[in-house]
């Protein structure tokens, strides 16, 4: 587990907390962890093993929990896709994503546009809401079930002021078991921040 | 279509659904594992009038939010799926009794979902929700309040101006929530 904290007058402001293994990063953010940002645990789920990825950054926090696929699947099954749409969101390494503004000097503005994964040393975007609506019009989809699909979605844009915060799916979009790096970013007062989450792993 | 002035601002089918993303319903998920609810809301520094809200709530009863000046107004836009909104709905309940005498009203407004589907979540909560629930089933009002995230609430004072948001769940009976709340409500 890595754990640094840059600060540039100018550049982004960087929070960096990278989890390879859970005991190992408890054993070190002991060592390293210090202010400004401090790593939350890792939580593991008892009865789905899946995950949970945190970061406190800036007077703001992140978390990533893996949704796994059967649990993806049967949502949007029990909302309205046929298992074979489902399966395709469901496939995509989706997590359920708390981003919160906790405490920070001014209203917190972020999009979904301007975060990134980092897979296999390449950079991708997520992919946007428009695009998966766009693909389950395109596959007939129902109406109902795609309102439900983007109102479950983490929000592609948004605006926190202190103590504001939203939970939502986010899909990078990677196939199963694969591991990657989050960068996500927002600004406040014309400042750009970015909190990173490294090595996070998607069960298959 | 409105938009709240941030700049202004200053202050398996049964249980799989439920591990997805209602995880304060599963025993798998400690309590202290939720993401923790807010306990205030954002003052909205210059108010603006508040969009148009007319739906019909689960019993086909049509409210219109024109028709509430006079009374402070809590629009809460929810989903029966979204955590959160679960969360927070008892806290608004127990808001809406402490204050509906003094000129409180309560409409909820569920987004994207049918009248059975909305009723049957009801029976679940303790305690049940004594005020409307609206349905607004194409999700129009929450586009035209510029809702982004569930749950998001607004609260309107007996003008008709928003004056308060809340993104994200929130204990909406909390002293401090209610020390906000309380100066807007209608003078006797």
Not at chain 1, 133 to 149: E, K, N
Not at chain 1, 160 to 165: D, I, K, L, S, V
Request: hydrophobic share 40%; net charge negative.
């Amino acid at each position: 587990m890595r754990f640094s904290h840059q600060t540039g007058p100018n550049g982004p402001q960087s929070c960096r907390l990278s989890v390879r293994h859970t005991a190992a990063a408890v054993a070190v953010a002991t060592v390293l962890a210090g202010p400004p940002s401090s790593a939350e645990p890792v939580r593991i789920d008892p009865e789905t093993g899946a995950a949970t990825f945190e970061i406190q950054a800036h007077g703001v926090s992140l978390s990533l929990t893996q949704l796994l696929p059967d649990q993806v699947r049967a949502f949007y099954v029990a909302r309205g896709f046929d298992l074979d749409d489902a399966d395709v969101f469901a496939g995509a390494c989706v997590y359920m994503t708390v981003l919160r503004n906790d405490t920070t000097p001014g209203t917190l503005d972020f999009r979904l546009s301007d975060w990134e994964v980092q897979h296999n040393e390449e950079v991708h975007p997520l992919p946007p809401l428009d695009d998966w609506l766009a693909q389950w019009t395109a596959r007939g989809v129902p109406d109902s079930a795609r309102l439900a699909f983007r109102w479950a979605q983490f929000p592609s844009e948004q605006s926190y002021a202190p103590g504001e915060w939203n939970q939502g799916m986010l899909a990078t979009g990677l196939p199963p078991g694969s591991r990657f790096d989050l960068i996500a970013r927002w600004m406040i007062a014309d400042q750009t921040y970015e909190g990173r989450l490294d090595d996070v792993r998607c069960t298959d | 279509m409105f938009v709240a002035p941030i700049d202004r601002i200053r202050a398996g089918l049964s249980i799989l659904p439920a591990l997805l993303l209602c995880v304060g319903t599963v025993g798998s998920v400690a309590a202290a594992d939720l993401p923790p609810l807010s306990h205030r809301l954002t003052v909205i520094e210059e108010p603006a009038p508040a969009p148009p809200l007319r739906l019909e709530d689960i019993d086909g009863v049509e409210h219109d939010l024109a028709d509430l000046k006079g009374r402070l107004v809590l629009v809460n836009f929810w989903a029966t799926w979204c955590p959160p909104c679960r969360r927070e709905m008892p806290s608004m309940e127990r808001l809406y009794r402490q204050f509906k005498e003094r000129g409180l009203t309560v409409l909820a407004v569920d987004v994207g979902e049918d009248m059975d589907t909305v009723f049957a979540f009801t029976g679940q909560l303790d305690p049940a929700p004594t005020f409307p629930l609206l349905l607004d089933t194409n999700s129009q009002a929450a586009q035209d309040w510029g809702v982004k995230g569930l749950p998001t609430s607004f609260v309107v004072d007996p003008e008709g101006r928003v004056i308060i948001r809340a993104v994200g769940g929130t204990e909406l009976d909390d002293a401090a929530v209610v020390e906000q709340v309380v100066p807007y409500l209608p003078k006797p």
